[in-house]
């Protein structure tokens, strides 16, 4: 997936940070990526890239949840609860697979959830807030 004005919500934090969202994924995603936890391994419940990606991702989902409760945004819960359903599904991903396997079906879960997630979640906040932007 490349960045598109499809995957713009409108609002510039958000914007920058699927961004960047985007672009770690297609780090953790290159083919050409060396990964070390790769050489020889089986099926591993425990992958440093996944693990990498899981941390971006908190780290990313607490900085908007942090913008939306500051500025009182009613739609929180549910923003919230779509980020907690990413998290979960890649936590939650087949771990008999091996490393090959096992990172397309994470990317598959990426690239699905986040044209969505733009469109059903980010779009409603940057519609919501409107002038606010500005001041946040
Ligand atoms: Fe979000």
Redesign the pocket.
Known sequence: MNWSQSLECGYER?DA??QCLLFVLQQIFDTDAECGDRVGCGPRADCGRVRSLLHFARR??AF??RIMRRVGFPGLAD??E??RHLLSRIESRSLSRNCEDGMFEVRQIADLWMPW??VE??RM?AQWAGGLFLEI
Do not use: I, R
Request: charged letters at 30%.
């Open positions: 958000f940070s699927n990313k989902f908007e949840e923003h919230a779509d980020h997630h733009v979640f980010d906040f």
